[in-house]
């Protein structure tokens, strides 16, 4: 089963690797590509961290963010490891944190700054508000977390006795 892990990490910073490649050199800098009518393709440079945190700190957050991801990257090989093997959804969630992680780590190694490009935005009061553009190892991350924290708290523990779970 680690094997499945293992994989589903590598597709997910394959495919991180390459829509972001695709954004770069097919994309203009901050021009909006509508897809749909709440969905755009915009290219965005992040030198910081989730909705662009520390991006003007002046270059430090670039070796900073990189140690970080590199020290939960090394964490979470370790955890998905020693994972049991009835632990199919834990290990799902930690494979995709731990691509993204690697996708993004990938950026900032070359380049310096993270790859956005996926931009959410909605309509209220006739403004226009926008979501902080995201890319695949972001995505990947935030279905990761849920599916950890998920599996924390809705999934038996036991698999020989399945009513058993955390929040009984």
């Known amino acids: 089963m680690k094997k499945i892990y293992f994989g589903l990490t590598a597709l997910v910073i394959l495919l991180d690797q390459i829509t972001k490649w695709m954004a770069n050199t097919q994309l203009t800098m901050h021009e909006q590509n509508p897809v749909m009518p709440f969905f755009n393709f915009t290219l965005m440079y992040n030198k910081g961290a989730a909705f662009s945190f520390l991006s003007n700190a002046g270059g430090w957050q670039r070796w900073f963010f990189t140690i970080v991801a590199v020290v939960i990257s090394i964490v ?51 403004d226009t508000y926008y979501w902080p553009a995201f890319n695949i190892a972001d995505a990947a991350i935030l279905m990761g977390t849920a599916l950890i924290l998920i599996s924390s708290f809705f999934i038996a523990d036991d698999p020989q006795n399945p009513s058993v779970t955390h929040n009984t």
């Open 76 to 126: 979470l090989i370790v955890w998905l490891l020693r994972l049991k093997a009835h632990e199919k959804w834990l290990g799902i969630g930690l494979a995709l944190v731990l691509g993204g992680a690697i996708g993004n780590v990938i950026d900032r190694v070359r380049f310096g700054h993270v790859i956005d490009f996926i931009q959410w935005f909605g309509t209220w009061g006739g």
